[in-house]
């Protein structure tokens, strides 16, 4: 099994819909590296860009990169396992934009390398809320706005491993494999209303570019094609990039 992305991927250029100025994506996550890469990239193809996050400092940062114009972003700190704020913060983005059309979840966390008997039973509940809660919380506030456009994209990033996991990992990958299911579940019934949802499954995020996992770069072409109109029949999926 090759673990090293090409070198020089190709980035896939998802369409901009005629006449729409773009479509709005809510982005969990966005102050992190890979967040980060994927709130510039789709900012640039001229989507509108609601991010959420707990850091107001580096939400701060982020909204100063993108430098977009305020019509075009919304940015607001909120808990993901506070499902009442969530939901508020659900209905501010529908307040300004109208309309909700894709949701990236790329909040991430890993504990583990710890046997059964080592794994403190803070360390399970840590993973339940991280992956588990946040991504309940968020399908429940969004589902609904989301099935509303008559297209619609949902994307998360998850590990190689879920299928088959490796020794002290327990907590960790129980945590995503119940977040996959959330996903597929989703697909499900938002098949009608074409909504897609899938996984992205890389075995690391390979920040430094260094061969050991999936460079951002490759992750977010890969978001590029789910997100496109060519991918309309790709749901409940997972998108091995390992």
Not at 76 to 85: E, I, P, R, Y
Not at 121 to 129: A, I, V, Y
Not at 152 to 175: C, H, L
């Amino acid at each position: 099994m090759n673990n090293h992305p090409h070198p020089n991927p190709l980035p896939y250029r998802a369409h901009v819909p005629a006449g729409e100025g773009g479509r709005t994506i809510v982005i969990t996550g966005a102050t992190g590296v890979l967040g980060n890469l994927v709130a510039k990239t789709f900012a640039a193809q001229g989507h509108n860009l609601a991010l959420l996050d707990k850091d107001q400092e580096k939400l701060d940062l982020i909204v100063r990169d993108l430098n977009l114009p305020s019509e075009r972003l919304h940015a607001q700190t909120v808990d993901l396992l506070d499902a009442k704020a969530l939901q508020d913060s659900a209905e501010a983005v529908l307040s300004k934009f109208g309309s909700v059309h894709a949701l990236f979840h790329l909040v991430g966390g890993w504990v583990g390398g710890q046997t059964f008997v080592d794994t403190p039973h803070d360390d399970l509940e840590f993973m339940l809320n991280q992956h588990v809660r946040t991504t309940f919380n968020l399908f429940k506030s969004f589902s609904k706005p989301l099935s509303a456009n008559n297209w619609g994209r949902v994307i998360i990033i998850s590990a190689s491993t879920v299928p088959n996991p490796p020794g002290k990992s327990a907590v960790y990958t129980a945590a995503k494999a119940a977040q996959e299911n959330m996903v597929l579940s989703l697909a499900a019934e938002l098949k009608e209303s074409k909504v897609t949802a899938n996984i992205i499954h890389v075995r690391a995020i390979d920040v430094e570019n260094k061969g050991a996992g999936t460079t951002p770069a490759v992750i977010v072409s890969a978001m590029e094609y789910l997100f496109s109109e060519q991918a309309g029949k790709v749901s409940g999926a997972r998108i091995p990039l390992y």
